[in-house]
């Protein structure tokens, strides 16, 4: 729109979104999927416990949330050993990532990522006039050494790593990780996103330091508790920035249920257990799927895998394009050399046997050509 | 904090919040409030129906919700016979309230709102680094000729109204507000808060003209719809301007759970003519209880009733931290002359039970001093 009354910096941002949903697709093909294994949400769904917890709290959404958080804030500092003074809670990374850049990156400040790392954080960094600096992936694999060097050159705000890593579902173990953070220029701040950290082998995450000043750490109960419909999520980090937060967030912006759900997730790790190992039958099944059509994946430490489509992107585009065509709702990295892959996520047996019975059909459909 | 990382207008702001939950104040007194009757919220609850699509969906809520808010874009649309286009959807009034500073505030940019008016509007505007500009309540209503003066004044980018008003539940009629808006001087824009209007009398609420650049208009499932926890409101205005939302909204920071409720809530507006019955009821007994104690009440459009407690603020403070103290959640306006009230929100038969029980004692005590 062409309105005066938008700030200039209000008037120069794109029109584009960061992802379409399968719903827009949905309505456009006129059917529903028939498998939806493209937004790494978890198919295997929240725990028991949570959803009735949830369900019984759906009669007295007529209040507010606590503000404060303090029952989940309280449980979430348990879980981790941490005082609840260093964790701030959200509707969502995507909700912390946005007021996180919105406290520390003013008009022409630069902030560092991969070219291909998560869009829905560089969304907020160019929405708030901040210069995105990428760099590349090296073998598939963020790059720890090179972000922190092109920090260090252009004197970064923030410095955003995903570990594990989406969309790529690669990681790095928490020894290289640490050194990362300790080599956190001054006046610099890392956002380490833990998203998947929960379907992660062990010793993929660093110990945590609350109080180290040069990072702040991002979880979710999107993605292996199941909850992507709730938004919930939260950081950690030091004290200090995580009352700052206070100054900017909806105070009365979480829901009540939600709120009540994430609570009764985190106190039923059992659940996690499960879905760490539904997810590993899920990974080596897309895997043999892949193998099955003379393709190969990418080791994952998330709850999708990266499925190299072994040319170049138009062919990937062609394969996701056939898949999306015959109901099968995937997504795929946007940058090359990445975008030789496309994106599964861990599905059901359901999901995968209609995957599997697609997939062949949509190499074949591409190797024809566009 | 003092943290060099933070932007200049980040480290600017201050630490207050506009609320204190509920919860925080049981918390402090190790025991739940008898009566929840100080925020607003609708004790009668969202319709039966609501509450049923929210408890079946909590298991599907490892989806995350459609981000462009189709189905109930599109309901609402229907219900006000707009097009989708001019409907904006998001997480409350306050988070469209802190997206719309956002768009149209640049720092240094005028607002104008009424001294005593919604506080956390206020907080966005001071967040983007915005001048709030204020003007007097006249005879406990908002100012539409001394807001529209003080724009034209200042050059506003920005003029907030509730109508009706909160805290005051005071309103003017819909020919009042027309003129208002049609008197907006040009680059400013008209919030016009309609949070309270499904419980206002009919003619309150001007012809909807969603493209008519003056205004942009926010309604509520908070507040008559009962779903306060849920966080769905809607804005509507002109196409031009909606669209611009979807360049820094959270565009999958919706619950899904709370979107589906809210597609059932409005198709059931038989509850919400069962909730106005239930709120003029408790509005005649809050009257009822004021007269008892000798005191008045401002008439309401809202679930609230603003109680004259007939002296000053002070007065009016020790009032209200008795019924506290004694079980009760009230609050009461920030603002001389309107702090000479306590605001008592649309109670059950019990909770108006309990609040004319607590009354006596509090105005003795209040009597007595500090």
Request: aromatic share 6%.
């Amino acid at each position: 729109m062409s309105d005066a009354r938008l700030t200039s910096l209000a008037a120069s941002l794109p029109a584009t979104v960061p992802f379409v949903g399968p719903e827009a697709q949905e309505r456009a093909a006129g059917r529903p999927f028939a498998a939806r294994i493209g937004a790494n949400e978890s198919v295997f769904g929240p725990s028991p416990r949570a959803i009735a917890a949830m369900a019984a709290a759906s009669e007295h959404v007529w209040q507010y949330a606590d503000p404060e958080n303090h029952d989940l804030r309280a449980a979430i500092a348990a879980y981790h050993g941490v005082p609840p003074e260093n964790i701030a809670i959200d509707a969502g990374i995507d909700t912390l990532l946005g007021l996180l850049v919105r406290l520390t990156v003013a008009a022409g400040d630069k902030v560092v990522t991969s070219a291909g790392a998560y869009p829905t954080f560089n969304f907020h960094v160019a929405g708030f006039g901040g210069e995105l600096v990428t760099v590349p992936y090296n073998d598939d694999h963020e790059d720890p050494a090179a972000l922190i060097a092109k920090a260090a050159e252009v004197q970064a705000k923030l410095i955003y790593i995903a570990n594990p890593d989406n969309p790529m579902g690669t990681w790095h173990s928490a020894d290289v990780i640490q050194r990362m953070i300790d080599a956190v220029p001054a006046g610099s701040l890392l956002v380490l996103d833990e998203a998947y950290i929960e379907l992660a082998p062990e010793g993929t995450a660093p110990d945590l330091h609350p109080e180290e000043e040069r990072v702040i750490r991002m979880r979710t109960f999107s993605k292996a508790y199941g909850m992507a419909g709730a938004r919930v999520a939260y950081a950690i980090g030091p004290a200090g920035l995580i009352a700052a937060f206070d100054r900017v967030r909806n105070h009365f912006g979480m829901n009540r249920t939600a709120q009540i759900g994430a609570l009764a997730a985190i106190q039923d790790q059992a659940w996690i257990d499960h879905v760490r190992a539904r997810v590993t039958v899920a990974r080596n099944r897309i895997a043999d799927i892949a193998a099955d059509n003379g393709l190969s994946v990418l080791p994952s430490a998330t709850n999708f895998v990266a499925l190299d489509c072994g040319q170049d992107g138009a062919f990937a585009r062609r394969v996701l394009d056939s898949l999306i065509k015959d109901g099968i709702f995937v997504r795929m990295p946007g940058v090359s050399p990445l975008n030789r892959c496309i994106r599964v996520s861990a599905g059901t047996t359901a999901d995968l046997d209609a995957f599997a019975a697609a997939l062949p059909k949509a190499i074949a459909a591409a190797n024809q050509g566009a």
